[in-house]
Structures are given as structure tokens and as C-alpha cells.
């Protein structure tokens, strides 16, 4: 249930409704200030809330009940764009747009250091890079784990640029505590004990779309770390499984607006998996853009046809100069900053 109050009402008056309300049923009452109007977001079982009761209140403009099964990331609740902050200085979301990029796979130091500083000098504001790899084949590269976050850790400090990498298991927890933003890959959209315990922690948490899941069962598991206290989600939209065939999955691009318009958090897109084809990098990176996403991620790797995973939809960094040089325009046109 959403119940706005009307302009002018006191902390007092809404500490006193909310009192009120807590009597009526067991819910949890969150509060959005906003510039002109306050908004409690009533989140637990309101059957037992007379609507037309609350709706008599002095201090009551209007209440609405919410059918969606989410609540936290429900645009109903939190009518404002949601806006995370990244280690401290950089923001994904609002005007601002971001673009993360880096290798698929952490393979060296040499590596990983160089696409840093080319990536960097090209724009993009966070490093992305795999160290722990769920593989298709258990005799595919899994990646560098441990060695694989301090190399990582050891191209932040060369470069400034916060680190992107994905999580697969509860146990690594305690792995990235250095950690700028802990990604959730597809295969564990739905891993529900893992988005529990990273609902209890202080970090962004990128959450890519499974490659068979709806749109409400994504924004159900972001809803599993915001139910936890964190909410500093970031929804990534990388392609979805369909009969189509020439590409390694099929981007989902409608899925963009829609995700703006029903939730309020920021919303990125993974051309490079979506695709897994490096020429439609650009024209689904400019399609994101103008659909409304608020960033990008992009797999960039310093020689791809050596590259121990998905080297085939990797950009070389001269490939991502020129993909940046399309982004800056794009964003541009589209009234925001890079």
C-alpha cells in the first residue's frame, strides 16, 4: 500500500500516522521525502487496513494498493530515479550516464593493467573483469579467483577506476570486501541464499537478468537484497534465450523502458553477452542509450583472439575508442552526461 500525504504535514504528524497504522496490521512503513510531497511505502500484509479509513485521515491525500509482488523496487514507492553511489565520487543513475568495460577474464597483471589504462583513457568510468567464471564447461577456464581480485585490486591502484566482478558462492563473501561493486551473474539471479546475505552488505550490487527469466523475476530477486536493507541495486538487462540463433542470445531492448518506467532503479545493459558478436557492440550500445538505460558494460580485452573466455565479443581497445567516440554522441543527444 502507498499512501501520500498531503503538503505541509509535520515529522510529527507522520511519526503519529505511522503509529496509528503499525496498530492496524504488522506492516513496515518507509518514508520518501520528496521536494513537494511525502510518500510511506506500507510493505507486509494490508488486508487488514481499512483503505477507506486511511483515506479519512487529516493528514492523507491519497492511498493506493500495490499489486506487484515487489515493493522496495516498485516506482510506486520511490517515484524518483534511485541514484547509487560507487566508491565515494562516481554515481550510476539520474543525468549521469556510466560505462563499465574490461575483460571478460582476469588473466595477468600485464593484462589487466593494460585495458585498465586504455579503458580509462577512453571514458569509462569502472573496470570490469572476471575472477571467479561460471563456465558451460567444467574444462573451460574458470578463472584466477583470489590472485584473480588482487590483480584486480592492483589495477585500481594503477588506474583510480572501481572494480566490477562477479560473485558466485556465499563462501568467496569474505573475498570481496575490497570490492567497489559485487556483480551477480545470470545463473545466479535466482540464488536466493547468495541475494539474502548481500542484502545485509554496504556495496552495489550489479544483478543481471537470467537468460530464461521475466522482468518480474528480476525485479523479484533485486527485491530479496533490498527486503535485506540494501538498496543500492543496479539492473542489468544482457540478452535473453530465444529460437533465434545468429546471435549468442537475443537482446531484450523493450525491457529497458519498461524497467524505467515500473521501478525506479538504474538500469544497464551488457551488449557484448547479449550478443556475442563484436560488430553489433555499437548499434545495440547507441539502442540501449536512447531507450533510457544509465550505462553500459562492455567486454573490452587487449587480444581477443588469445583470450582464455569470450574473447569472439570482446572489443579490442582501438574497437572500444571508436564505440566510445558513437556512446559520447549518442548520450549527448539524449541530454545526458558521460
Not at 503519529?16 to 521536494?35: C, D, K, L, P
Not at 515493493?71 to 510506486?76: C, D, G, H, I, S
Not at 566482478?165 to 556465499?170: A, P
Not at 515500473?262 to 551488457?270: E, R
Amino acid at each position: 500500500m502507498v499512501v501520500i500525504l498531503k503538503q505541509g504535514v509535520t515529522k510529527t504528524q507522520i511519526e503519529e500516522f505511522t503509529n496509528w497504522i503499525q496498530q492496524q496490521a504488522e506492516v513496515q512503513v518507509s518514508a520518501v521525502y520528496g521536494a513537494q510531497t511525502t510518500i510511506l511505502g506500507l510493505v507486509g500484509d494490508t488486508s487488514a487496513i481499512d483503505i477507506d479509513l486511511v483515506s479519512s485521515k487529516d493528514v492523507v491525500e491519497t492511498v493506493k494498493r500495490v499489486q506487484e509482488p515487489y515493493k522496495n523496487a516498485n516506482r510506486k514507492f520511490h517515484p524518483d530515479d534511485t541514484v547509487v553511489t560507487v566508491a565515494g565520487d562516481r554515481t550510476i543513475g539520474g543525468t549521469q550516464f556510466s560505462v563499465i568495460a574490461g575483460p571478460c577474464s582476469v588473466e595477468s597483471e600485464e593484462q589487466i593493467i593494460e585495458v585498465a589504462r586504455r579503458v580509462k583513457a577512453a571514458g569509462a568510468t569502472a573496470l570490469r573483469g572476471g575472477a571467479f567464471k561460471p563456465r558451460t564447461s567444467p574444462y573451460s577456464f574458470q578463472g584466477l579467483k583470489a590472485e584473480g581480485l588482487d590483480l584486480l585490486r592492483r589495477a585500481r591502484q594503477v588506474t583510480g577506476l572501481p572494480i566490477v566482478t562477479e560473485i558466485m558462492s556465499l563462501a568467496h563473501l569474505d573475498l570481496f570486501a575490497d570490492v567497489d561493486v559485487i556483480q551477480v551473474g545470470a545463473r545466479n539471479m535466482q540464488n536466493f541464499e547468495l541475494l539474502k546475505e548481500l542484502g545485509h552488505c554496504d556495496k552495489p550490487i550489479l544483478l543481471k537478468r537470467g537468460l530464461a527469466n521475466t522482468i518480474e523475476e528480476l525485479l523479484m530477486s533485486a527485491e530479496y537484497i533490498m527486503a535485506g536493507g540494501n538498496h543500492n541495486v543496479i539492473l542489468c538487462e544482457r540478452g535473453i534465450r530465444t529460437f533465434e540463433s545468429y546471435t549468442r542470445n537475443t537482446l531484450d531492448i523493450s525491457a529497458v523502458p519498461i524497467l524505467k518506467r515500473v521501478s525506479h532503479l538504474p538500469v544497464v545493459v551488457d551488449p557484448s553477452h547479449a550478443t556475442g558478436i563484436t560488430w553489433l557492440v555499437e548499434p545495440l550500445s547507441k539502442a540501449a542509450i536512447v531507450a533510457g538505460a544509465d550505462g553500459l558494460i562492455i567486454e573490452v580485452h587487449n587480444d581477443p583472439s588469445h583470450a582464455l573466455s569470450d574473447g569472439a565479443q570482446s572489443l579490442t581497445p582501438d574497437q572500444f575508442d571508436g564505440v566510445m567516440g558513437e556512446i559520447g554522441r549518442t548520450v549527448d543527444f539524449c541530454g545526458k552526461t558521460l
